[in-house]
């Protein structure tokens, strides 16, 4: 009977101590308010990929993706958080075409994860001249995620 609880002691300090390292090693979403407060006006695309990882996606490459995940969840992906904070403020960087559809100037790349979606438009010198932070929460978390989003990490 000893002998029996001690493997099962042991063998939930092996699971606790492994769902504890996977818990810290899991990648932490960079797309964050801390981030778009990093990202200043003038810098390149180059130095913002950096800061959040990966460069950012275009317009069409973005909407394509959207469009994807909805179909695949059967309902919009994100959940607007009532976050909104842009540089400078006032700024419109979406342009409808011909069709009434929302497009995007050329220069505007878009970041998105767990907690909001980042939005960068880039000038002709290939310099950010706006930056747009949208809280969202994403409606297809793993395990993992809830609970760091439940923990505040």
Same mark, same amino acid.
């Given at each position: 009977m000893k002998r029996k609880l001690k493997w099962i002691g042991v063998s939930l300090v092996v699971l606790v101590l492994g769902f504890g390292t996977a818990l810290l090693l899991w990648p932490r979403d960079r797309i964050t308010v801390e981030s778009?407060? +990093?990202i200043r006006? @003038?810098?390149t695309e180059e130095e913002v990929a950096e800061i959040l990882g990966a460069p950012g996606l275009r317009w069409k490459e973005w909407s394509d993706q959207l469009v994807a995940m909805e179909m695949q969840i059967g309902k919009p992906?994100?959940?607007d958080t009532g976050t909104?904070?842009?540089v400078p403020k006032g700024h419109i960087w979406v342009f409808f075409s011909e069709l009434g559809k929302p497009e995007a +100037?050329? @220069?505007v %790349?878009?970041?998105s994860g767990r907690r909001g979606l980042l939005l960068i438009e880039f000038d002709a010198r290939g310099?950010?001249?706006f930056k747009q932070f949208q809280g969202v %929460?994403? +409606?297809q978390l793993n395990a993992i995620d809830r609970l760091r989003d439940w923990l505040g990490w």
């Open positions: 778009w407060q +990093k006006i @003038g810098m992906p994100f959940i909104l904070l842009q +100037k050329e @220069g %790349r878009i970041w310099l950010v001249a %929460r994403s +409606k």
